[in-house]
């Protein structure tokens, strides 16, 4: 028989504790029933939706907090009709400027908590082919839109398409904005024509410019703008002109061109830094030493900028944050009344490449 002194003096075993449940366990029903709210209500705070209250929006994100919850993005897709996926669009030579704006709009993914797809569709293709492969994007691979990068943002045959397919789309640096898209860009004509007006600051009068791809508006704005002001300066002579095609080994071709025309310029205006950079070594090649023999401008700031000697000087394009402005836009359903075009700041950037030319002989 059990001794009950011994029993009583017994601690009894401790009960064991509930298992701790797993936190991808943990569901939108668990915080509802937490935040005290409905379901739809949590739903449309992770969704990020508008006309969201503050005290609503605070008591789910509390909630969220304390079960350390993890929204599962295919769930939020089925409840929502959305893949929660966008397509950033891309045909453009500069691998500089395509990575910088991948990596605003990935950051805006992270911030909304979507997924990222990059797309390449050739721009030179016939307008047939390029429909073909927007229509096997859109069979193959499901996504609530595309950031659509320039020149591929002024194609009408892409625009007409989406717009027929009723999918959303917004437009880096937009030849003509228009409500039915939104866009995001910069002055690329105020650029152009800041770079005319450093150059004749500096005491040129001789000048040749390497222009861009022959569908890319925002190219063939920098180059207007840049010829614009010139003509405003009171400019009168000839500007000598070879297309880049904003590319590195373009921008060799384009440059010796340059310097083969006569009267040779006395400063080159590239409208991109992969151009500006292959100019140098156009320069290089000739025996012409920069700036003391010629005076050379770019467009970006880009990494290549700050990769050659001399450091290149050039417009600052904040081309992640309009990756990162473009992205936020096609994920907000509630922007039906952002205005066509959202203008990022640009600047100057001085660095050692321009220079008075030297005084003739």
């Not at 925002?218 to 000598?240: I, M, S």
């Not at 309009?322 to 075009?341: I, K, N, V």
Request: charged share 20%; net charge neutral.
């Amino acid at each position: 028989m059990p001794d009950p002194v011994q029993d009583a003096a017994t601690p009894p075993a401790p009960a064991k504790p509930a298992p701790a449940r797993a936190a991808g366990s943990i569901t939108m029903h668990d915080v509802a029933r937490r935040a005290g709210v409905s379901l739809k209500s949590v739903s449309r705070v992770i969704n990020r939706e508008p006309h969201v209250s503050d005290k609503l929006r605070t008591k789910v994100e509390q909630a969220i907090a304390e079960l350390d919850y993890v929204p599962d993005t295919a769930a939020r897709s089925l409840a929502g009709a959305r893949s929660f996926i966008i397509s950033v669009l891309f045909d453009n030579p500069s691998p500089n400027y395509t990575m910088k704006l991948q990596a605003g709009a990935y950051r805006a993914c992270v911030d909304h908590q979507y997924h990222l797809r990059i797309d390449r569709i050739d721009s030179a293709r016939p307008d047939a082919e390029i429909v073909a492969e927007l229509a096997a994007l859109l069979r193959n691979g499901r996504c609530d839109g595309f950031v659509l990068t320039p020149p591929l943002a002024d194609i009408p045959v892409v625009l007409d398409f989406l717009r027929a397919q009723g999918v959303r789309h917004v437009r880096v640096a937009p030849e003509n904005p228009s409500a039915q898209a939104p866009g995001v860009g910069m002055d690329d004509t105020g650029a152009g024509a800041a770079v005319a007006r450093l150059l004749w600051r500096a005491g040129h009068r001789r000048f040749g410019v390497i222009t861009g791809p022959a569908n890319h508006g925002a190219a063939a704005r920098r180059r207007l703008g840049f010829l614009a002001a010139l003509a405003e300066l009171g400019h009168r002579g000839h500007v000598a002109e070879a297309n880049g095609g904003f590319a590195f080994e373009g921008g060799i071709r384009a440059g010796a061109q340059l310097l083969a025309s006569q009267p040779r310029p006395t400063a080159i205006f590239a409208t991109n830094d992969d151009s500006a950079a292959g100019a140098l070594v156009a320069c290089a090649q000739a025996g012409l030493t920069v700036p003391q023999d010629i005076s050379l401008c770019g467009f970006d700031d880009s990494w290549v900028a700050r990769s050659v000697w001399p450091y290149l000087t050039t417009v600052y394009q904040p081309i992640e944050e309009m990756g990162y402005a473009a992205a936020t836009l096609l994920m907000d359903r509630d922007g039906s009344d952002a205005p066509p075009l959202r203008q990022m700041p640009y600047r100057l950037v001085e660095r050692d490449s321009i220079a008075p030319p030297q005084p003739e002989i």
